[in-house]
């Protein structure tokens, strides 16, 4: 085998990895700095950057090189990059170029009709663009193949090796337990009091605790930065330059203390990715699931947990208005933890966030396998609201055109978030038979954590698959017990079950 073919085939994905760089850098500029009349064309320009990169993905070039190289290196890195760069090119090959780019056409216009038809609780006025997304959606699974459900091809592009098969078994499982739990929280007479959390929190007072937290964290500020914005997100460019933003809401502290550590989390993966892998596709996290599995661990395992609080309270109450002096933790930290079914998804607390997550699953898995309709969704949304969380939207609105996702043709990301969470409670158990880990919050080690998660997940970046990771670091294949017993012991404790 040639050296130089090896050589030749890493400098075009340098240049894909450079291009997709600069984008990524537009694209966090665009959501945090820019002019607003700096838009449009910025926008212009990340379409051309894009187009240049799907081209890299496609090249005759490409093509050779992953021919001449399968399984072929001594390099292991060599040999997984050329396994992701296949993979990519024969999905992207499989879709007709004119079809392609009718789709990103379409997901741009979609994305700002579902803005409006938020705004004016019309889902007549998007519903044409759905059905197109959807139909969009069902030829490409078809292209792409699948075993046994349609949906299985969308599914794989955000956690390959989950399928339907997988998910219909665990969801329900996982439904029934929550909905058991919430009604007897609901029945619970010692309630939390959320109103103790009140109060006028300033803007450089949340800032000055964000930025202790994520040092505290293990952040690291000399690859990375912190800004705001206005749909908070993390961003790796690459392994030394990991950014996190928040927002701020000088009413309510929640929104910037879980929010940070939310992002932080994803931003420990991403900077501690093993700097042999940069210039490569594996150069990020593996998947949507094992990124929200980071995320959530840092923002619910350790940061809503009550060692987190035994520790941080002290420090909270130095930048919080003085009213806290005379708050115990004990209050405090039922208060933060308070579990009340809402409409909106992402205002939802950890146990009964995966139900919003179910019902959004079962109603694209129906739409993909074509066994509803567009024109049906809200009322059967309503419907499942009313099931699984005992409350009804009052409009569209704050019902089926909540999310942005399915605008851009999202369809298989949502499960990722639930199975983020059932992994993270997995990677939790597992961490505590060799870590004191409640010890080590409590005393603010959270390097010890950082270093575990570093160890066993973060450096690998995409040279283990999902389930790889978790059958690795667990012993096991995906459980939903964990997160299920985790839930229950935490909730009984806090609502005296
Ligand atoms: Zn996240």
Do not use: C
């Amino acid at each position: 085998m040639s050296q130089s073919i090896e050589q030749e085939f890493k400098n075009l994905l340098k240049e894909q990895a450079s291009y997709e760089e600069a984008i990524g850098l537009m694209a966090w500029d665009l959501r945090t700095k820019a002019p607003k009349r700096a838009v449009d064309q910025r926008s212009e320009v990340i379409g051309v950057l894009s187009q240049k990169v799907h081209e890299i993905q496609t090249s005759e070039k490409m093509k050779e090189y992953l021919d001449a190289l399968t399984d072929a290196s001594t390099d292991p890195i060599v040999n997984k990059a050329v396994e992701e760069a296949r993979e990519t090119y024969e999905r992207t090959v499989k879709v007709p170029v004119e079809e392609y780019k009718a789709y990103v056409t379409l997901q741009s216009k979609a994305e700002s009709i579902w803005a409006e038809a938020k705004e004016s609780n019309d889902f007549k006025g998007f519903q044409p663009y759905l059905e197109k997304l959807v139909s969009y959606n069902r030829r490409f699974a078809d292209y792409w193949g699948y075993d046994h459900h349609k949906y299985d091809a969308l599914l794989h592009n955000y956690e390959p090796g989950v399928t339907v098969e997988v998910l219909d078994q665990v969801f329900p499982k996982v439904r029934k337990a929550l909905t058991e739990l919430l009604e007897q929280i609901n029945q619970a007479t010692d309630q939390p009091d959320p109103s103790l959390l009140k109060g006028h929190f300033p803007k450089d007072k949340q800032e000055a605790f964000s930025y202790e937290i994520l040092e505290h964290m293990g952040y690291n500020f000399e690859a990375g930065r912190l800004d705001e914005t206005v749909h908070p997100f993390a961003i790796g460019l690459n392994s030394n330059d990991v950014r996190v933003t928040t927002k701020y809401d000088e009413k309510d502290f929640r929104t910037a203390v879980f929010g940070t550590i939310h992002e932080g989390g994803h931003a420990l993966y991403e900077q501690n990715i093993d700097p042999a892998l940069a210039f490569t596709p594996l150069a990020t996290g593996t998947s949507m699931g094992i990124h929200e599995s980071q995320s959530l661990f840092w923002e619910n395992l350790v940061a809503r947990s009550k060692p987190f609080w035994q520790n941080h309270y002290e420090l909270f109450k130095r930048h919080a208005p003085d009213r806290f002096s005379s708050i115990s933790l004990e209050d405090f930290y039922r208060a933060v933890n308070e579990v009340k079914p809402s409409m909106i998804r992402i205002e939802a607390d950890e146990l009964t966030y995966s139900l919003h997550i179910m019902i959004r699953y079962e109603l694209e898995k129906a739409l993909i396998g074509g066994e509803i309709e567009v024109k049906d969704l809200p009322g059967l949304w309503n419907e499942k609201m009313r099931d699984y969380l005992g409350v009804t939207p009052q409009n569209d609105s704050e019902g089926i055109l909540q999310d942005i996702h399915w605008s851009g043709g999202d369809f298989g990301y949502f499960p990722s978030y639930s199975l983020g969470y059932m992994y993270a409670a997995q990677l939790h158990h597992t961490m505590k038979q060799e870590i004191s880990f409640n010890d080590v919050i409590q005393k603010g080690d959270f390097k010890q954590i950082q270093q575990w998660l570093t160890e066993r997940i973060h450096r690998f970046g995409k040279m283990k698959k999902p389930l790889e990771i978790i059958n690795d670091v667990t012993g096991e294949g995906l459980n939903p017990d964990y997160l299920v017993s985790y839930l229950t012991n935490k909730y009984q404790e806090i609502y005296k079950l």
